[in-house]
């Protein structure tokens, strides 16, 4: 997660002059007054002690407060639906947890659509939940506990903070494989769960770590173990619920978003390299990036620290490693190779536009990873005969300016996914669609934007082989000597009423290739 270096600011009495200002002016000017930080549970939860702190951080660092405001309810949904529907000027962000994802497929009939309406800024934290106990449950560890829970079915109160929460899900799971009946009682947030436990109206509750570590240390509670795959340096001598029930994980991360349509530069100025110099002084256990500048960042900031790149294409010529097969120092991950997924995708859209020749590729060339991707299909492109005409991004006006100068020169378009082009999207397909240009890109948000189809790395599976990683580094490996992987899981998303919209036909064999069609 990034950070921006410093803040500007300006008078307000110079507001009327906006309009006439560049949307970068503004930007850099951001924040001119309070931003709010909406967190979707009541004070005292882990959601609310982060909230509070990263934005105490960010006011230092911007000279602005960064103000938050709590909107329990409904898993977090409430204080979610909040953000996304305040204007989109990055005055209003959202503390998101893990909650608000599970919350998106527990709750139906929301009135937004979490990936759609909420643009991701920054990661903040991942941290384990841990099983507790009041002091007059009868079980010091988890079989004792199972055995007097399957002694006592349905009388047994586990707390949660709310239905559709991540404590919530990880007490049903826990119930699901020990086999247990515990009574569910939801709260509206972490402090009144705690206080009913703590006054022994409920007996167990599955919750983060720095909601319950003075509680347990100070003998008001009993933990029986940690959630998570591995042992927790916070509480070093617990053990985990996967020692007794093979298999089982649970862990909450937390991060902050805006709304939809908030302008790029705004969210570029969230995002800056010195967060990763906050991951070094909170002393986590581990750092996992995405891309080659957060990567960079989080290796200038620590020696140390195990890190870990979900995704990288160049992690050699970037320097952040010696070899793929030992890379050295403190980090690893999974590396991507650009030239091989340019000539996929190349090989893939030329079977539904096989008479074309003249492509265009847009990219946003600040971002090291899309301007490799933009010379790796350039580079292929021209083997196979092809011309590609390269459109570089570095500001949102680039955008309009970027297509006009094609002049009907291309016929198609590639798309190099970065955070930037992400939110930025719908304008791009904008521009795509009037200049008749069918659109190929990596990323499925894209295909459902306007993109014929979209080709690239399961990201699920990334991530999931990041935790592995971080499981093998928390075990006593070092990052150095864990040899940097491929991505193995693809996925093709193809759409058809886009392809229709252009006049394209998709070959049925191509249709049975794709893990996803639109209809």
């Known amino acids: 997660m990034k950070l921006a270096r410093r803040g500007f600011l300006y008078l307000a009495g110079y507001g009327a002059a906006l309009p006439t200002l560049s949307r970068i002016a503004r930007a850099q000017a951001y924040p001119s007054h309070p931003v709010r930080l909406i967190v ?63 919350s998106a497929s527990f709750y139906q009939h929301l009135n937004f659509n979490l990936i759609r309406d909420i643009v991701p800024v920054s990661g903040i934290v991942r941290v384990p939940l841990v099983m507790v106990v009041h002091p007059s449950v009868p079980a010091a560890t988890v079989p004792e506990f199972i055995a007097y829970a399957k002694a006592n079915p349905g009388k047994i109160v586990m707390a949660s903070v709310g239905n559709g929460t991540t404590p919530h899900m990880a007490g049903e799971l826990f119930k699901m494989m020990a086999g247990v009946d515990l009574l569910h009682v939801p709260y509206r947030g972490a402090a009144p769960a705690l206080t009913d436990l703590l006054g022994g109206r409920a007996q167990v509750m599955f919750e983060a770590v720095a909601s319950l570590v003075e509680h347990v240390r100070g003998g008001k509670l009993r933990a029986l173990a940690v959630a998570s795959a591995t042992r927790s340096h916070v509480l070093p001598n617990l053990p985990t619920v996967g020692d007794f029930l093979p298999g089982y994980e649970a862990s909450v991360w937390f991060g902050i978003g805006a709304p939809r349509h908030t302008p790029a530069e705004i969210v570029d100025r969230l995002k800056a390299t010195q967060i990763a110099e906050e991951f070094v002084k909170l002393n986590v256990s581990a750092i996992v990036t995405a891309g080659v500048g957060p990567s960079s960042a989080a290796k200038r900031a620590t020696s140390t620290i195990p890190i870990v790149f979900a995704v990288n294409s160049d992690p050699l010529g970037s320097g952040l490693i010696k070899t793929l097969s030992h890379p050295g120092g403190n980090v690893t991950g999974l590396s991507i190779q650009a030239s091989d997924l340019a000539s996929k995708r190349i090989e893939l859209f030329r079977r539904v536009l096989p ?126 000597d864990l040899p940097v992987e491929q991505p193995t899981k693809f996925d093709l998303v193809v759409s058809l009423p886009n392809a229709r919209a252009f006049g394209l036909e998709v070959p049925p064999m191509l249709l049975a290739l794709a893990d996803e069609v639109v209809e």
Request: charged letters at 20%; glycine letters at 12%; aromatic letters at 10%.
């Open 40 to 102: 979707g549970f009541t004070p005292g939860g882990p959601t609310d002690i982060f909230a509070r702190l990263i934005g105490q951080w960010l006011t230092d660092r911007f000279g602005q407060p960064f103000v938050i405001e709590n909107r329990p309810g409904a898993g977090s949904t409430i204080g979610i639906e909040a953000v996304v529907n305040a204007p989109p000027d990055g005055y209003t962000l959202a503390v998101v947890s893990t909650s608000a994802a599970v």
């Open 355 to 480: 008479n074309v020749t003249d492509f265009a590729i847009i990219a946003n060339v600040a971002d090291p990873g899309a301007t490799l991707e933009m010379q790796s299909v350039q580079e292929i492109g021209a083997s196979l005969g092809l011309t590609v005409i390269p459109i570089e991004i570095r500001n949102v006006e680039d955008i309009e300016t970027g297509f006009a100068s094609l002049k009907g020169r291309a016929n198609a378009l590639f798309i190099c996914a970065d955070p930037f082009m992400f939110t930025n999207r719908e304008r791009i397909f904008s521009f795509a669609s009037r200049a008749g240009l069918p659109a190929m890109t990596d990323l499925r948000e894209f295909v459902l934007a306007g993109g014929v189809m979209s080709y690239g790395p399961n990201f699920p599976d990334l991530f999931r082989r990041a935790g592995d990683y971080v499981d093998k580094i928390l075990r006593g490996h070092q990052p150095g």
